[in-house]
């Protein structure tokens, strides 16, 4: 990996095209830019849904920070997926992925796990929160009216805490920004062991 010196203070990439993860970013006061980063999101044999999320997490970073080649860069990427059981639910295919999801997560308790991680070009470090969520009893009719929202298009687990996916939330225990897609109080702190500040824009 060949890095052009520069010497200027650190500058944050963030390599996700998620508005969510922007907005939250944007409320701690953060300055970043963006650089989405494809890659292939499948889950290997016999993968722990924790290694996976990390993994995912890692790999954005890297191919983030192998493009920008500037040594003053730090990349931020993050991945979330909701895990019922070991059974991982990403993004939805389409309306009956989506249904036939909220209906296994319906009037039960699941897991949201979001990695983070941050990486200049001498060192790297990947967290995961893990929130656990409990649905109410979702009908398939509330299932098919939520996909027609548009909402669950894009989101792990076909849900969004942060809109209308709100009434199906019973409880919730653990960062409910996590759940969203970028736990705020992790990404501080690793953000601090990386130079960049929060609080930069009031």
Known sequence: MKFVKRETAPKLLLASQSPRRRELLKQIGVKFSVSVQDIDESRQIDEKPTDLVKRLAEQ?????????????????ASDTIVVLGEEVFGKPDGKFDAVRMLLRLSNRGHRVLTAVSVMCHDKSKTICSETAVTFRAITTDEAEDYWESGEPRGKAGAYAIQGFGAIFIHSIK?????????????????????????????
């Open 60 to 76: 954005k970073a890297s191919a983030c920070l192998n493009k920008a080649g500037d040594i003053n860069s730090v990349v931020l």
């Open 174 to 202: 653990g960062s409910y920004s996590g759940v969203m897609g970028l736990p705020l109080f992790e990404t501080a702190e690793l953000l601090r062991e990386f130079g960049i500040d929060c609080w930069q824009e009031f």
